[in-house]
């Protein structure tokens, strides 16, 4: 899905009237849609991929196996800041330049955009947890437990969406301001 485009089905479910941002108005969708796009940062993951891609080369182990191997840690460091931060402003330029319906939402920063915009970042560092080598790797922060990281993405990945949900839920139930 998108940073982008949950940023945007937030400013519409806020556009549209109380409880009618599903299926009435604009964004059409349901709340579970406002979750998968949370929680998929395309846009990052997309670099991410490149970056890997420009950071790693992959050798021979043996006479059937391959191994990845990392060849800048500190670019791979850089790259985890960069992508953090530009999974936020994906964001919020989705949320504040969204094409508006005619209402005075568009462009209003709400509080809890101050919790949606921090969702996708850290859905990101899940996905990196759970990928190897990723941008991650280039922090050598060592986890311990050959699983550990899984689990910890894992439990990420659903806290996340609950939490997604609920925001998309409370934009949905936002009354409209006045003009």
């Known amino acids: 899905m998108s940073?982008?485009?949950?940023?945007?089905?937030?400013?519409?479910?806020?556009?549209?009237?109380k409880d009618?941002?599903?299926d009435e108005q604009p964004p059409g969708?349901?709340?579970?849609?406002?979750?998968?796009?949370?929680?998929?940062?395309?846009?990052?993951?997309a670099l991410h991929a490149?970056?890997?891609?420009?950071?790693?080369?992959?050798?021979?182990?043996?006479?059937?196996?391959?191994?990845?191997?990392?060849?800048?840690r500190g670019a791979?460091?850089?790259?985890f800041a960069a992508l953090v931060l530009m999974?936020?402003?994906?964001?919020?330029?989705?949320r504040l330049t969204t094409k508006s319906t005619g209402s005075n939402q568009r462009g209003r920063w709400e509080?809890?955009?101050?919790?949606?915009?921090?969702?996708?970042?850290?859905?990101?560092?899940?996905w990196m947890l759970l990928?190897?080598?990723s941008a991650w790797d280039g922090l050598g922060i060592d986890i311990p437990g050959s699983a550990m990281e899984g689990v910890i993405a894992v439990i990420l990945a659903v806290a996340l969406s609950l939490l997604a949900k609920a925001l998309a839920y409370k934009a949905d139930q936002t009354e409209q301001a006045p003009s």
């Open 76 to 79: 791979l460091a850089l790259a």
């Open 131 to 133: 990928t190897h080598p």
């Open 20 to 22: 009618k941002s599903e």
């Open 111 to 126: 509080k809890l955009d101050n919790v949606r915009m921090f969702i996708p970042p850290v859905a990101l560092v899940a």
């Open 87 to 94: 999974s936020i402003a994906v964001y919020v330029a989705g």
């Open 29 to 45: 969708v349901k709340t579970y849609t406002d979750m998968l796009a949370s929680l998929v940062p395309a846009e990052v993951l």
């Open 50 to 72: 490149a970056i890997i891609g420009l950071t790693t080369t992959t050798e021979n182990a043996g006479t059937e196996s391959q191994s990845t191997v990392i060849n800048d």
């Open 3 to 17: 940073s982008f485009l949950y940023g945007a089905m937030t400013t519409r479910r806020l556009e549209s009237d």
